[in-house]
């Protein structure tokens, strides 16, 4: 085929197709725009409505807690009653449990005079007064009070035969030793 058209008018249709072209980009492209403004009015629409759904939210929660205020602080007073006492308890000292400890330690055929029990005895040197049958009983004596966790330095003070109270525990032990805390829990 033959082209008989000038070069200007050539030219002139090229410029009229890529007009053609750049317009229905144009209108592609301003559709899209109104389109994605559409969607972007709906979003905010729909931003506006869960914001004050949220508020309400947050506005109702916070009348119920404020109902729970007191309850808040009944706990921490309790919470602090609570430390207290368990300070309290934690410097308890259970003197029964001292005496059977004590007892448990001592073999048989052995008698402690007296024991004064205070907070200030556990963990200073105090002299205790053991009456026994037998020496060999106030060696056994020493013997198992040093292997007990309840008593640490243990040291004869005196052992002698005579100014005995009884008759039938005649051998009388004077021990210095400290009585452990831990024998109190």
């Known amino acids: 085929m033959i082209n008989l058209l000038s070069e200007e008018s050539k030219k002139e249709l090229r410029a009229a197709r890529s007009n053609v072209t750049l317009l229905n980009y144009m209108l592609i492209l301003g559709l899209g725009v109104i389109f994605l403004a559409i969607i972007s009015g709906g979003v905010y629409f729909v931003l506006l409505g869960t914001q004050s759904d949220a508020q309400n939210l947050i506005s109702a929660s ?3 807690s404020s109902a729970y205020s007191s309850v808040e602080a009944q706990g921490s007073s ?5 430390t207290s006492a368990k300070t309290i308890l934690d410097q308890e000292v259970l ?3 001292v005496l059977t400890n004590i007892a448990g330690a001592m ?3 052995v008698i402690l005079d007296s024991l004064n029990l ?3 005895l556990f963990g200073t040197p105090v002299t205790l007064q053991f009456y026994t049958k037998t020496t060999k009983q106030a060696l056994a004596l020493k ?3 040093a292997t007990s966790p309840m008593f640490s330095n243990i040291s004869f003070l005196s052992l002698s035969s005579s100014g005995s109270q009884s008759v039938d525990y005649p051998i009388s ?3 210095s030793l ?3 805390k831990d024998v109190a829990k």
């Not at 309790?78 to 609570?82: D, M």
């Open 143 to 145: 013997d198992s009070l």
């Open 173 to 175: 032990v004077s021990l």
């Open 62 to 64: 916070q009348a119920k």
């Open 118 to 120: 205070n907070p200030t």
């Open 95 to 97: 003197y029964t449990k």
């Open 78 to 82: 309790l919470r602090a009653s609570l």
């Open 107 to 109: 073999p048989t055929g």
């Open 178 to 180: 400290s009585i452990n």
